[in-house]
């Protein structure tokens, strides 16, 4: 094996912890902060993280003097996309299906690697192969039947459901274009300080929002139990995900990334299967072990 298969290889392996990681997250701990606002949620969970990397990492305000113009634009838009708006979209729709039907809401996020590779091709000039798209299409594919076997989505006519569905569309353009943007920033720093600035800046734009929203107030009601999920998602699925997830990125190009991404999901279903009892059908088994199979294809 060649180094940059090596470090490609590494890159995959850190991207997918970070997806499992993250789907951990949607089925055990995020759902434990229902009944708290939801811009004050995500608020929260950037500013922690944030105050407590200051401790330790606060030199990284150095690298401002060696920012240029588009170094603060990506990271501005790698905060709006993919902490504020995608963050938003994604916990919101979660809230509104309380949990209990995650099928729409992962299906719709799961056309994040459309998107990405979309704004890949447009604006890294990415390559888009023949031996990548068949792949990541098969992949894509077998997602479908992951999540909905061989039965159509099943749109009733709840609100919440369609409320549930639009939040998750806007949750995989946003993070899709923050996988993009998050690429451009990485090509002139590394992932601490990419890290540590998508932190800052998101805490900064949520700031805004609920200052302007006034949920500032849910301080009040915010008790034990909540600080405890807070500083545990901000320390291990929220930013030492990110951590990770920016180590690999920097090691494979973004249509990739967005691709072994793709764990995520897989990841929730099998914590959904081991913590809700959730059991998976033989057809979602297959289409699981095929996603596996193209995403292998898909580094090799």
Same mark, same amino acid.
């Not at 609920?210 to 909540?226: F, I």
């Not at 807070?230 to 995900?241: D, E, N, Q, R």
């Not at 913590?275 to 090799?300: D, T, Y």
């Given at each position: 094996?060649?180094?940059?298969?090596?470090?490609?290889?590494?890159?995959?392996?850190?991207?997918?912890?970070?997806?499992?990681?993250?789907?951990?997250?949607?089925?055990?701990?995020?759902?434990?902060?229902?009944?708290?606002?939801?811009?004050?949620?995500?608020?929260?969970?950037?500013?922690?993280?944030?105050?407590?990397?200051?401790?330790? $990492?606060?030199?990284?305000?150095?690298?401002?003097?060696?920012?240029?113009?588009? +170094?603060?634009?990506?990271? *501005?838009?790698?905060?709006?996309?993919?902490?504020?708006?995608?963050?938003?979209?994604?916990?919101?729709?979660?809230?509104?299906?309380?949990?209990?039907?995650?099928?729409?809401?992962?299906?719709?996020?799961?056309?994040?690697?459309?998107?990405?590779?979309?704004?890949?091709?447009?604006?890294?000039?990415?390559?888009?192969?023949?031996? *990548?798209?068949?792949? @990541?299409?098969?992949?894509?594919?077998?997602?479908? *039947?992951?999540?909905?076997?061989?039965?159509?989505? +099943?749109?009733?006519?709840?609100?919440?459901?369609?409320?549930?569905?639009?939040?998750?569309?806007?949750?995989?353009? &946003? *993070?899709? &274009?923050?996988?993009?943007?998050?690429?451009?920033?990485?090509?002139?720093?590394?992932?601490?300080?990419?890290?540590?600035?998508?932190?800052?800046?998101?805490?900064?734009?949520?700031?805004?929002?609920?200052?302007? @929203?006034?949920?500032?107030?849910?301080?009040?009601?915010? +008790?034990?139990?909540?600080?405890?999920?807070?500083?545990?998602?901000?320390?291990?699925?929220?930013?030492?995900?990110?951590?990770?997830?920016?180590?690999?990125?920097?090691?494979?190009?973004?249509?990739?990334?967005?691709?072994?991404?793709? $764990?995520?999901?897989?990841?929730?279903?099998?914590?959904?299967?081991?913590?809700?009892?959730?059991? $998976?059908?033989?057809?979602?088994?297959?289409?699981?072990?095929?996603?596996?199979?193209?995403?292998?294809?898909?580094?090799?």
């Amino acid at each position: 094996m060649t180094e940059k298969n090596r470090e490609m290889a590494k890159g995959t392996a850190a991207i997918g912890i970070a997806a499992v990681l993250w789907g951990f997250d949607g089925v055990v701990l995020t759902p434990r902060l229902y009944g708290l606002d939801v811009g004050y949620v995500v608020f929260m969970l950037h500013l922690i993280p944030f105050a407590l990397m200051n401790l330790f $990492l606060y030199r990284e305000y150095r690298q401002l003097k060696n920012f240029i113009r588009q +170094d603060y634009i990506s990271l *501005f838009l790698v905060s709006l996309f993919g902490g504020a708006i995608g963050t938003l979209a994604i916990v919101k729709a979660l809230f509104l299906v309380n949990f209990q039907d995650l099928s729409v809401v992962v299906l719709l996020q799961k056309l994040q690697p459309v998107f990405a590779i979309l704004l890949a091709a447009v604006i890294l000039k990415e390559r888009l192969s023949r031996h *990548f798209a068949l792949w @990541a299409s098969v992949a894509i594919i077998a997602s479908y *039947f992951l999540t909905f076997g061989f039965h159509l989505p +099943d749109f009733s006519t709840e609100k919440n459901t369609i409320y549930a569905s639009l939040l998750a569309l806007l949750a995989a353009f &946003s *993070f899709g &274009s923050s996988t993009v943007f998050s690429k451009r920033v990485l090509l002139n720093h590394n992932f601490i300080t990419a890290t540590f600035f998508r932190y800052g800046f998101t805490s900064l734009i949520m700031l805004v929002y609920v200052l302007v @929203a006034g949920t500032y107030t849910q301080l009040t009601v915010t +008790d034990s139990k909540h600080w405890m999920f807070f500083i545990i998602i901000g320390l291990t699925t929220g930013s030492g995900a990110i951590f990770i997830y920016y180590y690999g990125l920097r090691r494979v190009k973004a249509m990739m990334a967005t691709i072994s991404e793709l $764990l995520f999901p897989v990841s929730a279903i099998a914590f959904d299967y081991f913590i809700n009892g959730n059991l $998976l059908s033989p057809v979602q088994i297959i289409s699981a072990a095929v996603m596996v199979f193209a995403l292998i294809k898909l580094n090799s």
